[in-house]
């Protein structure tokens, strides 16, 4: 799928990143980047730097200049007490492509808490570099985490962005967890009455999930545990005998995801 959608994503500045060695592993679970470049008074007026742009459409034609989504103009997202915890973004005005009759977008003020949350639940998960997890690896995972908590749900209060950046992380982490076996960065596999392993991520996630909201909290988990527990389940062949059995398959696939 990814390399269907590669032709419609691209860079939007050359950037230089490192490889880091595996000895400097530790490092990476301490602090974040950012914190070394905003004091704690400015950088919720700032916005987290975006470095790709997507366009399925490949359409560069003009946007709309009708006045559609007015609550997104910057002047009422500013004016809004709904729209308290999220910066706009005029994305035209950052050369962002923007094909789109949106007039801005949002970001959440609390980047910074969602990247420290996420590499909190990392640094519970792998204590040590034994578990053989590198640093790029690290950072891949709290970039994807973030980028989509502040980005997707953007309007949520801190502890809320908070407990969705930690929960996403263990969401991307959690098929290579099973893979290698380490239950503590998985999700509880709700189809084995008879699972007796430790899932440390889960139980801080869903700690403070319940804790932001007990009702949309509780639907929140279901809703993670049966979509981590389609992937501990014993997976079929890749060929399907019959159109109806893998139709089958993919209702419960597609109802899980």
Same mark, same amino acid.
């Given at each position: ?89 005029v994305p035209p005005s ?16 609390y980047w910074m808490e ?33 980028? !989509? ?6 309007? /949520? +209060? *801190? @502890?809320? =962005?908070?407990?969705?950046?930690? &929960? ?51 639907? !929140? ?6 979509? /981590? +527990? *389609? @992937?501990? =389940?014993?997976?079929?062949?890749? &060929? ?18």
């Amino acid at each position: 799928m990814y390399s269907s959608l590669s032709a419609y994503i691209s860079p939007l500045k050359a950037t230089s990143k490192s490889i880091w060695p595996r000895n400097q592993y530790i490092s990476s679970l301490r602090t974040s980047q950012s914190f070394r470049y905003f004091s704690d008074l400015d950088y919720r007026n700032c916005i987290r730097k975006i470095l790709y742009a997507f366009d399925p459409v490949e359409n560069q034609s003009a946007a709309s200049a009708r006045s559609y989504f007015s609550f997104l103009n910057p002047q009422a997202v500013a004016d809004s007490p709904e729209l308290r915890h999220a910066n706009c973004i005029v994305p035209p005005s950052l050369k962002i492509p923007w094909v789109t009759s949106f007039p801005a977008s949002l970001q959440s003020k609390y980047w910074m808490e969602a990247e420290e949350a996420a590499r909190d639940l990392l640094r519970a998960i792998f204590v040590t570099p034994s578990q053989k997890v590198s640093e790029k690896y690290i950072e891949a995972v709290i970039d994807a985490a973030v980028s !989509f908590t502040v980005n997707v749900v953007p309007t /949520g +209060s *801190l @502890s809320r =962005t908070r407990a969705l950046a930690r &929960a996403y992380t263990l969401i991307f982490i959690h098929d290579d967890a099973v893979e290698s076996g380490n239950f503590d960065a998985t999700i509880p596999n709700m189809c084995n009455n008879n699972e007796r392993h430790s899932h440390t991520a889960f139980d801080m996630v869903a700690q403070e999930v319940m804790s932001e909201d007990t009702a949309q909290g509780r639907r !929140f988990l279901d809703g993670m545990m049966s979509w /981590g +527990s *389609l @992937s501990q =389940t014993i997976q079929p062949s890749k &060929a399907f005998p019959t159109l109806m059995s893998y139709v089958k398959y993919r209702i419960e696939d597609v109802g899980a995801e």
